[in-house]
């Protein structure tokens, strides 16, 4: 595997989907680490300590899931590369050693001073040292080797600590930004039901007389506000519909769709409705 360029890293940076698992897992990290620290007067862990501790926790097959397919099988490769080395180290070792064995108890074979060294001793030792330096140059091209890899893919392992760094400081600020636009829609919201209100007791009180005004305003707003209309309200206005408004039916017409009476047997509020809105239709966040 071919060591990473700049220009992959900064594609790493900047074009790796956001998975809310991978910050939400380094968010708990990070609290795990800090609420440890509290009674010590150092400072928590940086960000990328942070996102150092998620990389090692996760696998392989969950760095595909939360950085993307293309990194999760690099590290993929990676580790299989820096496995299949290791056993051949391991192997060369293993034969450095048996050959070294060998070659000492063919040199340490006795022989009377009297009689000639046989000569397929030495042919022997001769081989055996010739394979023991093959095995070393071997084992010394695949401990190189096997450091080019462990060094590919430690700089890996930090390009994809800097994205999850990254990653956390910006579902943090969205997170900031969701907070501002969610009390951003519930004043809209709040705002919208006052109007409401307010334009329902006009239209339905304005026809009684000063000193029934005040009764009649309790009784619109006791019926506007219970909790199936205020539920039907806010959907309307979160699905962006139509705002609801109350209206009063014309004799002999028919009550229109999404309709329904504020309360028939009062008074107050005989044939006047509330027209609602389509409640199936999805609602849609303000500011998303």
């Known amino acids: 595997m071919a060591g990473l360029t700049r220009e992959e890293l900064t594609n790493l940076a900047v074009g790796l989907p956001i ?33 150092r501790m998620a990389i090692d926790a996760f696998t392989p097959d969950q760095i595909t899931f ?7 099988e690099e590290l993929q490769t990676a580790n299989a590369r820096i496995a299949l080395l290791q056993a051949e180290r391991n192997e060369f070792e293993g034969r450095v050693k ?64 800097a994205t999850t760094a990254q990653l ?63 539920q039907a309200f806010s959907h309307c206005v979160r699905s962006r519909q139509a705002t609801p408004a109350v209206a009063l039916l014309p004799r002999g017409e028919s009550l229109p769709r999404y309709a329904q009476f504020l309360d028939q047997e009062s008074k107050v509020t005989h044939d006047w409705y509330v027209q609602l809105c389509d409640p199936t239709l999805p609602e849609a966040r303000m500011g998303r």
């Open 168 to 230: 956390e400081r910006a579902e943090v600020a969205l997170g900031q930004e969701s907070a501002r636009a969610d009390r951003a829609e519930d004043e809209a919201l709040s705002q919208a039901w006052q109007r409401f209100l307010g334009a329902a007791q006009l239209d339905i009180c304005e026809r009684g007389n000063r000193k029934k005004l005040g009764r009649c305003r309790e009784d619109v707003t006791e019926r506007l506000t219970a909790p199936m209309v205020r």
């Open 98 to 161: 048996r050959l070294q064995a060998e070659l000492e108890a063919v040199a340490s074979t006795p022989a009377p001073p009297s009689v000639p060294r046989d000569p397929g001793i030495a042919r022997e030792a001769s081989r055996l040292q010739r394979e023991l330096d093959a095995a070393r140059r071997q084992l010394d091209d695949v401990r190189q080797e096997l450091a080019r890899a462990e060094a590919e893919k430690a700089q890996l392992q930090q390009a994809l600590v």
């Open 66 to 72: 939360k950085c993307g397919q293309v990194r999760g």
């Open 19 to 51: 998975v809310t698992a991978i910050v939400g897992a380094a968010a708990g990290l990070a609290l795990g680490f800090i609420l440890g620290w509290t009674v010590k007067p150092e400072r928590g862990p940086s960000d990328e300590q942070v996102a």
